[in-house]
Structure formats: C-alpha cells, structure tokens
C-alpha cells in the first residue's frame, strides 16, 4: 500500500486521496462521520463484531459493498475451512482434557465474556478464563480471582510498545509473581504466546487466530489430526 494514513486523520485528508468508499466502525465519532459525509464521501459504516458469525457476516457485506462477491466467498470458504478443521479436532477432546485459558495484554488480564476474544476462545475449544471470573468490560481482574479460577493455560501476545522487548519482561513479572505460583498453569509451565493481531482479530485472520490458539493449547490432538 503506497499511501498509509496517520491513526489520526481528518476528513479533507481522505478526500484528498479521492477514496471511492469510506469504511468506518459504529464507534467512529459521529461527528467525524458527519464531516466525511459533509464532503461528499460514500462512507459504509459496519457493526463491530463481538462473535465469529459477525466477522463472517462483515465480510459478505464488505465484499458486495465493493462489489466483489466472489473474491468475499472465497475469503469466507478460506476462514470456515480452518475454523470447521478445529471443531473437529477439539470435538475429539474429553470434557476432562477441555483446559481454561486466561489472556495476558500488558495491562492484565483480558476477555469480558461480551467481546470477540470470547467467542474466539469458544471456537478454539478453550474456556476463557475471564469470563469464568466474570471479568467486566474496562476492569481489571484481581489477583485473587486469577488464582480463583485457576487456569489450565496463561496466554500472552507478541506485542511491543515502548521499550523493545517489553512483553518478555512483562511475562517474566507474571510467572514469578509470589502470589500466582500455586496456579495449574505456572506449576506445569503451561505457557503459550500468540501474534498479537490475533487477540481481537475482527477479520477473516480470525481463523488464523482461533487455530493457532487451538493448537497451541492442544498440540498433541492436532498432531494426531494434520492437514
């Protein structure tokens, strides 16, 4: 891509650009949209996916708002390929063997049960641990609730924001935290790191996502089960 917009970006800078659709989320700024609109620009505003079904949903009428259909079923068949592919491996695990999962950002601990990450932890056959604890949207959870919960697995991203390697220190606080040794996850070193873009991955990579959660949880039934 040529041209890359800053984050922050005014209306007369994407009309500049002569763009023939603006895509824009429901949580935009009103008055923002108000002014892409004011300037004449064809703008599409799409609902924001909480669920697997609504990243699919979003991508058929993506694809027929820029008129291609065709190339959107394509994407689709591609996403349902890999998440039908890791219903069928983890239909295979025993309730006993299903593992709770809870989900490190580097402000704590992630996933209300409102949000996509959720529904990915549902299609990847995990629990997520967050919402067992009832986490709320905005809040942090406890330690003590961390320990409550007692999760299977400790997931962390790849993600890096200030200082260069910043979550392998962030990492290292959580496991050596005195007050969460006596967790299932910490005890067996159960520990798996995923692409950052997969946390809240609202796009077809969203199967990227619930698969690789998926096998990293459960390695051994997906080595039994390749593709």
Not at 40 to 55: E, R
Not at 65 to 93: C, M, P, R
Not at 112 to 119: C, T, V
Not at 144 to 166: A, C, N, R, W
């Amino acid at each position: 891509i040529p041209l890359k917009l800053p984050q922050k970006v005014s209306a007369e800078q994407i009309l500049a650009i002569k763009p023939d659709l603006v895509i824009v989320q429901e949580n935009s700024n009103t008055a923002f949209i108000q002014s892409l609109k004011d300037v004449g620009l064809k703008v599409y505003i799409t609902k924001i996916p909480t669920t697997l079904d609504m990243v699919r949903k979003r991508i058929i009428k993506l694809s027929e708002a820029v008129n291609e259909k065709k190339q959107g079923s394509i994407v689709i068949k591609e996403l349902d390929k890999k998440t039908t592919f890791v219903k069928e491996v983890t239909d295979t695990i025993s309730v006993s063997d299903k593992k709770i999962l809870m989900g490190y950002s580097l402000l704590g601990v992630f996933g209300s049960a409102e949000g996509l990450f959720n529904d990915i932890c549902i299609n990847a056959g995990v629990t997520n641990g967050a919402a067992l604890a009832c986490l709320v949207r905005g809040e942090h959870l406890s330690k003590e609730k961390i320990v409550e919960v007692d999760p299977d697995v400790l997931m962390f991203s790849d993600y890096s924001s200030t200082q260069e390697g910043d979550t392998v220190l962030f990492r290292k606080e959580v496991l050596s935290d005195p007050a969460l040794q006596s967790i299932k996850a910490i005890k067996n070193n159960n520990i798996i790191i995923i692409k950052d873009r997969y946390r809240y991955a609202a796009s077809q990579y969203i199967g990227d996502g619930i698969l690789d959660i998926a096998q990293k949880t459960y390695p051994e039934y997906f080595k039994k089960n390749k593709k």
